[in-house]
């Protein structure tokens, strides 16, 4: 019997064993790949519903809760980790020290693929979708020796890296989108997962002259969690990651014939307290955007939970916005030069 990898619409990747040819090997492990994002989506607090075809340019993917409403990940999910995340997902707390806040973190892109999955800031609702440039869809690239994103990627809910706003330390100006994450725990998340996050630091990449934060995290479930607390516990029990994280983001472009981004404080990461305050600083330009107190630079800002939101709309009105889209359907095929090296 050999192995069959695939990956399944939403990131997850899975192992089915079978002696079959590979044709039906595959539909074998897309019947697996089914069954077990179901399972998953059943498990999380937030779920999600897939529109249009993977792959495509058509292709949605919009959350819900457990109730079966539909929220946008951007504005309704919170940033800061309530107490009893509803009945069937409590917080969880370190067992180092109860006092540590814990953030929501919305996975975008799973470790080891390549497709650019964002949240859609400028569309209702704020679907994850896959980025397109020229009219392609957007893969990032593999730089040798890394394979597509080397953590699950992701962004906070609920923060804003405000265009209208300059940073002090870096003289740049927000990216107009959410906080980045970099979840570095074992597990391969799936796209849409929303996961109970520890910050550890935070690194100043300035992205095409623009303030692009992205802030370094564990997956509170890891079994490392516990030790992992500081950049410096990185450092120290896992030689290299940082190191990689920084080469990954400096030279991600390159393939695509831009030059190396450039990072403020020289390349080096923040300590946990900065990371907080640059969250702190984020969710208040956020809050500021959702009640209408600044321009909103064509971001979509409809919500169902925010109370003192200008944008608020109802349920139904957030139902509409997800009926209106296609419905869902088979993938397309993935270009075979996405697995291709590059070395510069």
């Known amino acids: 019997m050999r192995p069959v990898m695939f990956r399944s619409s939403v990131g997850c990747l899975l192992t089915v064993f079978s002696s079959f040819p590979a044709s039906r090997s595959r539909v074998v492990a897309q019947a697996a790949a089914v069954r077990y994002l179901y399972y998953l989506r059943k498990k999380m607090h937030y779920q999600t519903e897939q529109r249009g075809q993977p792959n495509s340019p058509d292709y949605r993917l919009y959350f819900k809760t457990s109730e079966g409403k539909y929220i946008s990940p951007f504005h309704d999910i919170p940033l800061i980790v309530e107490t009893e995340q509803g009945s069937d997902v409590p917080a969880k707390k370190p067992r180092n020290n109860e006092s540590e806040v814990l953030y929501n973190m919305v996975v975008e892109v799973p470790r080891w693929s390549n497709a650019k999955m964002e949240i859609a800031t400028k569309e209702p ?67 849409g997962q929303v996961i109970q996050v520890k910050v550890l630091g935070i690194l100043a990449l300035i992205d095409e002259e623009e303030m692009d934060w992205k802030v370094i995290a564990i997956n509170t479930q ?78 979509e800002c409809k919500n169902t939970s925010c109370t003192d939101s200008y944008f608020k709309c109802t349920a139904d009105e957030a139902s509409d916005v997800v009926q209106s889209a296609p419905i869902f359907g088979s993938a397309h095929c993935v270009p075979p030069e996405v697995d291709k090296w590059h070395f510069v």
């Open 222 to 299: 890891d079994p490392d969690a516990k030790d992992l607390n500081s950049i410096e516990d990185i450092r120290k029990n896992r030689p290299g990651h940082l190191e990689a994280t920084v080469d990954w983001f400096r030279k991600y472009k390159i393939p695509d014939g831009k030059p190396e981004n450039k990072f403020g404080f020289d390349g080096q990461f923040k300590d946990k307290d900065f990371a907080v305050e640059i969250i702190k600083s984020t969710h208040e330009h956020w809050r500021a955007l959702v009640q209408k107190q600044t321009t909103t630079r064509g971001i």
């Open 125 to 191: 609702l704020n679907p994850i979708k896959q980025d397109v440039k020229k009219g392609k869809l957007r893969y990032v690239a593999n730089v040798f020796p890394h394979k597509g994103y080397i953590w699950n990627y992701g962004a906070l809910p609920q923060t804003w890296e405000d265009p209208n706003h300059k940073d002090k330390d870096t003289d740049c100006c927000g990216d107009n989108d959410p906080v980045d994450v970099c979840d570095i725990g074992a597990q391969v998340c799936c796209s």
